[in-house]
């Protein structure tokens, strides 16, 4: 631990070190609430005082003193005081009668030797209701990469018009509400990046309605983060992949497991026909293809092309088609898919080298569900590489190896290649 942090001592802006005694390591801790955890009390306007091993620093490890409390439900402002050994928390309109509060300090509070909270710290009291034992808990991850997000608020409000009450995941974005009164609740969990305690449009968020009842436990599993959109995805570019395949990119994620069935594709050209889309596909499914081929084609020849003669060469027509290896379905063991930009499209002949075609895209539907998306970009086929010239070997491009390419030296030599008689010489 980093021992010695600054202090503000008597309102003096001059720093100073922690002195006397050892200096503590252990993680910041909390040995005492009032009310009690559990307590079962009249309505009161407060404050709620939490009590710390040890002093508390003013300035928590992010954010300010009121970041670090969540009161649940909350019914009015609430304001949180510094106190030398712990913390003061009031709220607008004081803590009303027959409602169960949970009280969670986030663990971003230190003590002067920045010496954090290891975890957070719940407590619940009721000012009139007994304690419904019951727990709605989940994990929120990040709709486009599936990682856990850390942090992020979660509000589940008793429908139809009822409190709402709060809570904060942890850094493996697991959160838990325990002791809600029996009722269907709509959760929302959203990303506060700006730290008002309501989802904006622009953060990542998602919602779910669920039914809650004594002695119910309750784990959503389903609840992935993604910011809101109102707008079609757009074509944002082609691209060559192979003389079969295109792929189209666009300016939004698509659902990796949703059907591809209602998008349309047609190529065209100036001049000439245009192979026709016969398959759609997802970027991951086009992958696995790939996959499957290779591994066809090194099972039907597992050396180096040969002699043609070899009786052992294989005959091309037996490697199997590649438009005949079944796409595989998402495997279940396997890293669950990613959302993607990119889909592929098969062609039922190949694209011409050097060619130009206008590839025209409809009936995309983007990973937030927006129907109407896809639009018109430009493909220009490129030519392919030039094969190799076996003369090429020879630095001076003389098949017969004479080093100065003289064609007397040439004709010198005899049929079978070996150097022969010159009648001009004695």
């Given at each position: 631990?980093?021992?010695?942090?600054?202090?503000?001592?008597?309102?003096?802006?001059?720093?100073?070190?922690?002195?006397?005694?050892?200096?503590?390591?252990?993680?910041?801790?909390?040995?005492?609430?009032?009310?009690?955890?559990?307590?079962?009390?009249?309505?009161?306007?407060?404050?709620?005082?939490?009590?710390?091993?040890?002093?508390?620093?003013?300035?928590?490890?992010?954010?300010?003193?009121?970041?670090?409390?969540?009161?649940?439900?909350?019914?009015?402002?609430?304001?949180?005081?510094?106190?030398?050994?712990?913390?003061?928390?009031?709220?607008?309109?004081?803590?009303?009668?027959?409602?169960?509060?949970?009280?969670?300090?986030?663990?971003?509070?230190?003590?002067?030797?920045?010496?954090?909270?290891?975890?957070?710290?719940?407590?619940?009291?009721?000012?009139?209701?007994?304690?419904?034992?019951?727990?709605?808990?989940?994990?929120?991850?990040?709709?486009?990469?599936?990682?856990?997000?850390?942090?992020?608020?979660?509000?589940?409000?008793?429908?139809?018009?009822?409190?709402?009450?709060?809570?904060?995941?942890?850094?493996?974005?697991?959160?838990?509400?325990?002791?809600?009164?029996?009722?269907?609740?709509?959760?929302?969990?959203?990303?506060?990046?700006?730290?008002?305690?309501?989802?904006?449009?622009?953060?990542?968020?998602?919602?779910?309605?669920?039914?809650?009842?004594?002695?119910?436990?309750?784990?959503?599993?389903?609840?992935?983060?993604?910011?809101?959109?109102?707008?079609?995805?757009?074509?944002?570019?082609?691209?060559?992949?192979?003389?079969?395949?295109?792929?189209?990119?666009?300016?939004?994620?698509?659902?990796?497991?949703?059907?591809?069935?209602?998008?349309?594709?047609?190529?065209?050209?100036?001049?000439?026909?245009?192979?026709?889309?016969?398959?759609?596909?997802?970027?991951?499914?086009?992958?696995?293809?790939?996959?499957?081929?290779?591994?066809?084609?090194?099972?039907?020849?597992?050396?180096?092309?040969?002699?043609?003669?070899?009786?052992?060469?294989?005959?091309?027509?037996?490697?199997?088609?590649?438009?005949?290896?079944?796409?595989?379905?998402?495997?279940?063991?396997?890293?669950?898919?990613?959302?993607?930009?990119?889909?592929?499209?098969?062609?039922?002949?190949?694209?011409?080298?050097?060619?130009?075609?206008?590839?025209?895209?409809?009936?995309?539907?983007?990973?937030?569900?927006?129907?109407?998306?896809?639009?018109?970009?430009?493909?220009?086929?490129?030519?392919?590489?030039?094969?190799?010239?076996?003369?090429?070997?020879?630095?001076?491009?003389?098949?017969?190896?004479?080093?100065?390419?003289?064609?007397?030296?040439?004709a010198a030599r005899d049929p079978a290649g070996e150097p022969g008689a010159n009648p001009a010489m004695p």
């Amino acid at each position: 631990m980093i021992a010695g942090l600054a202090m503000v001592a008597g309102g003096c802006a001059q720093a100073s070190q922690p002195t006397g005694g050892p200096v503590p390591e252990t993680p910041l801790q909390v040995v005492s609430v009032s009310p009690d955890t559990f307590e079962i009390r009249a309505p009161f306007g407060g404050p709620l005082r939490v009590e710390f091993e040890r002093r508390v620093s003013e300035r928590p490890t992010s954010g300010t003193l009121r970041d670090a409390v969540v009161v649940s439900p909350r019914t009015g402002a609430v304001e949180v005081s510094h106190q030398r050994r712990g913390i003061q928390i009031s709220m607008e309109g004081g803590f009303r009668e027959e409602t169960v509060y949970q009280i969670t300090i986030l663990p971003i509070l230190q003590d002067l030797f920045r010496n954090r909270m290891e975890a957070p710290f719940d407590f619940f009291f009721s000012t009139g209701p007994e304690f419904e034992p019951n727990l709605l808990a989940g994990i929120l991850v990040d709709r486009l990469t599936l990682q856990e997000v850390d942090g992020a608020r979660v509000d589940a409000r008793r429908l139809p018009d009822g409190p709402t009450h709060s809570t904060v995941a942890d850094s493996t974005g697991i959160f838990a509400f325990q002791y809600l009164p029996s009722g269907r609740y709509r959760v929302t969990a959203y990303d506060d990046l700006n730290r008002d305690r309501e989802p904006n449009f622009n953060e990542p968020q998602d919602a779910i309605e669920v039914e809650v009842a004594v002695g119910d436990t309750l784990i959503l599993s389903d609840l992935a983060l993604l910011e809101p959109d109102t707008t079609a995805a757009v074509l944002a570019g082609v691209a060559f992949l192979d003389s079969l395949s295109v792929e189209a990119r666009f300016d939004d994620h698509l659902d990796p497991e949703e059907s591809l069935e209602g998008i349309t594709a047609l190529l065209s050209r100036e001049e000439g026909d245009a192979p026709q889309v016969v398959e759609i596909l997802h970027r991951w499914e086009w992958d696995a293809r790939e996959v499957l081929r290779r591994e066809a084609e090194e099972e039907a020849d597992p050396d180096p092309p040969g002699d043609p003669d070899d009786p052992d060469a294989v005959d091309p027509d037996d490697v199997e088609d590649p438009e005949d290896v079944e796409v595989p379905e998402a495997p279940l063991d396997d890293p669950p898919l990613l959302p993607a930009q990119e889909i592929v499209f098969v062609l039922d002949g190949p694209l011409e080298p050097g060619a130009v075609y206008t590839v025209e895209v409809t009936g995309v539907i983007n990973i937030n569900g927006i129907p109407g998306g896809g639009g018109e970009a430009e493909l220009e086929v490129p030519e392919p590489e030039p094969e190799e010239d076996p003369d090429d070997d020879d630095p001076d491009g003389d098949p017969d190896g004479d080093p100065d390419g003289d064609p007397d030296a040439a004709a010198a030599r005899d049929p079978a290649g070996e150097p022969g008689a010159n009648p001009a010489m004695p």
